[in-house]
């Protein structure tokens, strides 16, 4: 059974940072694409990054030049870097894969697995 885990949340002061990690398990082939997505309260959820096989990235205006995806085949752990943090990235942070190519866009309708989130917290 396909297992996406979250971990690396926390709470964290404006101008800080954090890294998430998700680890992938219970399944043999290769993700095609993987992201990053977050829901604050009272808010639809949104596309923040995604990666592809290739490792091409594509990123939320919002969060360009602060956030970093990456991704580590060998031990299946997808990342977030999150850099220069601000109250409004304030959110659960949730790992979603798929065996498909990335869409054009960062769309929840294109993933199929998704974790259990880890909730992301910045203070002023």
């Known amino acids: 059974q396909v297992q996406l885990v979250e971990s690396g949340g926390g709470s964290v002061q404006a101008g800080g940072s954090l890294r998430l990690s998700c680890a992938a398990s219970?399944?043999?082939?290769?993700?095609?694409?993987m992201a990053w997505f977050r829901q604050a309260p009272g808010k639809e959820r949104e596309g923040v990054a995604s990666i592809d096989d290739y490792h091409s990235t594509r990123y939320a205006d919002s969060v360009k030049g602060r956030l970093t995806i990456s991704q580590d085949k060998a031990t299946n752990t997808l990342y977030l870097q999150m850099n220069s943090l601000k109250p409004e990235d304030t959110a659960m942070y949730y790992c979603?894969?798929?065996?498909?190519?990335?869409?054009?866009?960062?769309?929840?309708?294109?993933?199929?697995?998704w974790g259990q989130g880890t909730q992301v917290t910045v203070s002023s």
């Open positions: 219970g399944y043999t082939y290769s993700w095609y694409c």
């Open positions: 979603a894969a798929d065996f498909a190519r990335c869409g054009p866009g960062i769309r929840e309708h294109d993933f199929g697995y």
